[in-house]
């Protein structure tokens, strides 16, 4: 129902064309959403929110074979719903079939032109080859089953924000529902009598959001399967609004809310909600387990692993270190925790080759690089991540995995002089010469005035010819 009032076009929130439009925004977008960082996707992909997911997983797995919902032979299917770039599943994958869970992850999006960049992705057709992902297109709100047994693990990262929401004031007057002209710049609203959702009976005076989208996939998710059904969800929470105050969303591009997951919860009430322990309108992990049987394992491994917000907590703490002249150990402590993230470790490469490293340190730093590099999601973004770690480790000695990352950002982020200078120099320290050559003539085919590439490779040359 949108309420048209002559030459007016304001439409209730949930209906408005800015949620219509998302998946074709996101069509148009491509990988640019997340390569020129459209939208945010660092914390929803990073690797300790992989490996928090996998034990989660591996637990609910545990319990859905015990209750007989999945057969010995039967393997688990996890469909990442709007997966983005895939770099979360590429984490994910090999740390499920590390822990011995029979799963085939199915990494799936409403944009056709996603899919098919995901399944084009070198380091995910290789997974798909082991048979370990699928790709396959997904509407989160008219789901279809995917997967060969009823019992799924639905992932919804940075999802329930771009799906519909409803605008709900609630003041001393009673309830009443925003309506929005997107039309005008600053967006203009109205407010419209309505009855307050049971929602949010309880909750006092205010401007609200209800995840309306999120609350009807839900539904739909659990309608589709037959089995029990376990939904991971990581997203931004909500920060309290006035009752005079608008609705906040933010945009770009495409549009996202603040999800509140009690509210969600309260409108999804088939699931069981599980909430991390301390309430974060930053960003929380949250889980929805339909009611369909008992999952103690699960439940434990929630209160061990989920419950406690790890990844915000590793993000605040990072936050935290930018702003003070952290010791190496202090960085190193931060960068274990991360399980050697790649793009933390590139942030701190430069305070890192400033430092006067022991043997140990050294050492240390290797090893954190080497994981980095195992981790890497090759991806084209703003900061060339290969590039960084390759010069830290180059900076150290460890030459063979310097020349490795070299060779990773040439192919991330294309043939820059710089890479494929240092590239020569590490193939030369190496006593690959001939190598060391090639690579100063692919240079010099891009950048013929090169003083110092020239000069190398007159002096290599010559000394390969004597
Ligand atoms: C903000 S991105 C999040 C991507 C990824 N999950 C991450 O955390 O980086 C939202 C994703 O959801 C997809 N999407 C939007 N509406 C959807 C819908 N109705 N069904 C499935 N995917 C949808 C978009 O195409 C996009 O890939």
Known sequence: MAFCHTGDVFTPLQESAVFARQAEVYERLGMRAWSEGIVPWRATTCPLLAEVEAELIAAFDVDVRAAGALAPDDVLTIIDVGAGTGRLGFRLAPSLAARGVRAKLVLTDVSPSNVEALAAHRQLASLASDGLVTFEHFDALSPTPLGDSGTPVLLAHYLFDTLPHRAIRVTREGGFEGLVDVGQEPWAWRYQPAVVPEALTARGEG???LPVGAARALTAWRDCFTGPVLVLSADKG?????????PLLARHESVSAGVDFDALASMAPAFRHLSPSTPSDVFALHAFVSARGETPNF???WRRRGATNEVLGLLERF?????TDPSVDAMFGVLDESRADPDLLAQLAGRLKESA????????????LVRAAQQHFVFRQQLDVPFTLAITAHHVGALELAVALYLLSLQESGAHDSTLLNLALAQHALGRHGLACEALEVLLAHT?????ARALLADWQTALEA
């Open 319 to 323: 936050a935290a270190l930018l702003k």
């Open 448 to 452: 013929a005035d090169h003083p110092r």
């Open 207 to 209: 401007t609200f959001l």
């Open 238 to 246: 909500v920060a309290p609004r006035g009752p005079t105050e608008d």
């Open 357 to 368: 490293l022991t043997s140990s340190q050294a050492t240390h730093l290797v090893q954190l």
């Open 299 to 301: 439940g434990e491994a």
